[in-house]
């Protein structure tokens, strides 16, 4: 479920100031081991809170129905880090998977570099063949 050509709207769970836990949608690319996101603003709350906690969840809804009934479900707990830069290239990569192969994003001239998340997986669970 979690393949290259499966991304998709994804809730990112992590606390905030008072450690509180917040939710954000967000857009996620598989690298290799590891789940990346892009934004384009990098004072967003959702970064201050990883610079603070970096620990991090992301479920993936899938659309396989498993019995009894249950959806399939992946949750991804990880570690995320900080990288400069590089953001813009990553929304145009994720926006083809989302929007459309033609489809310009960020929809803007000389977009801000921006930051790209990225998450180390320390483990998985759900619904799915993925869970034990």
């Not at 050509?5 to 606390?15: F, K, S, V």
């Not at 989302?98 to 997986?121: C, E, K, N, Q, W």
């Amino acid at each position: 479920m979690c393949a290259a050509d499966e991304q998709g709207d994804l809730p990112e769970t992590h606390r905030d100031r008072l450690g509180n836990v917040s939710v954000t949608c967000v857009w996620v690319a598989v690298d290799g081991d590891d789940l990346r996101t892009a934004q384009l603003n990098p004072r967003q709350r959702k970064l201050e809170n990883i610079h603070r906690h970096p620990r991090v969840t992301v479920s993936f809804e899938g659309s396989e129905i498993r019995p009894p009934g249950l959806r399939e479900y992946l949750v991804v707990h990880g570690r995320a880090t900080i990288e400069e830069g590089g953001a813009p290239e990553l929304l145009q990569e994720l926006a083809r998977v989302h929007l459309g192969r033609d489809v310009r994003f960020p929809p803007m001239d000389d977009p801000p570099p921006g930051v790209r998340t990225r998450i180390a997986v320390e483990r998985v669970d759900g619904i799915g063949p993925w869970a034990s």
